[in-house]
């Protein structure tokens, strides 16, 4: 049997309050549904005070996670026009774990234009950690009002767009 190929989702924010949260829960059961086996990685659970602080046993068990994975997805708001500093000071922790694996960045925000900004930066840092980002993004725009009290979003065209960005992560894989 063919092994199931595992794209695992970063949660980006560890801000009390996030919304960023039902945005990854989204992709994930989006992710599941596509037929791969993924998993939310929630940088709240390994929040670092500064960089390389984090403790070795768990650094080990993500870094063959990662290892293992074909691709990633980030999911993250957009503060100040860039990316979360807990994001970054998680992502500092692996290098070349990274390499060579393509890179879907899904945006929140809760203006108009769903973290595009913080994409884009994104997409730069990605490279020097030679990850291919490519060029289909989900936007989450008006994030506080795009679900609804049970945490279902409103609006059906996510669906498509996630599966637009889960397809050319397939074409851009290696392995
Ligand atoms: C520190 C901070 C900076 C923000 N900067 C931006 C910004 O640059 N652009 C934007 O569209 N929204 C900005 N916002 C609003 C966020 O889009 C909104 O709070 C959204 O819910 C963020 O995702 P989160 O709830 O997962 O933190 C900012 C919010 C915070 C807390």
Not at 64 to 85: C, F, Q, R, T
Not at 101 to 115: A, D, E, R, W, Y
Request: aromatic share 12%.
């Amino acid at each position: 049997m063919d092994k199931k190929i595992f794209i695992p989702i970063i949660l980006g924010t560890a801000r009390e309050g996030r919304e960023s949260e039902k945005a990854a829960k989204f992709v994930f059961e989006e992710t599941k549904k596509y037929g791969f086996e993924t998993e939310i990685i929630d940088v709240k659970d390994y929040a670092s005070p500064v960089t390389w602080s984090m403790d070795p046993a768990i650094k080990e068990k993500i870094s063959a996670k990662i290892k293992n994975a074909s691709a990633l997805i980030i999911v993250a708001p957009e503060y100040n026009h860039g990316y979360p500093g807990e994001l970054k000071l998680f992502l500092d922790n692996f290098y070349e774990e990274y390499f060579y694996k393509p890179l879907g960045i899904c945006g929140v925000s809760s203006g108009p234009l769903g973290g595009a900004r913080m994409v884009e930066q994104l997409r730069m840092i990605s490279i020097e950690f030679h990850m291919t980002p490519i060029r289909e993004a989900v936007y989450f725009s008006s994030i506080k009002n795009l679900f609804d009290e049970k945490n279902n979003i409103k609006d059906p065209a996510y669906s498509e767009r996630v599966k637009t960005m889960l397809k050319q992560l397939e074409s851009s894989m290696r392995n």
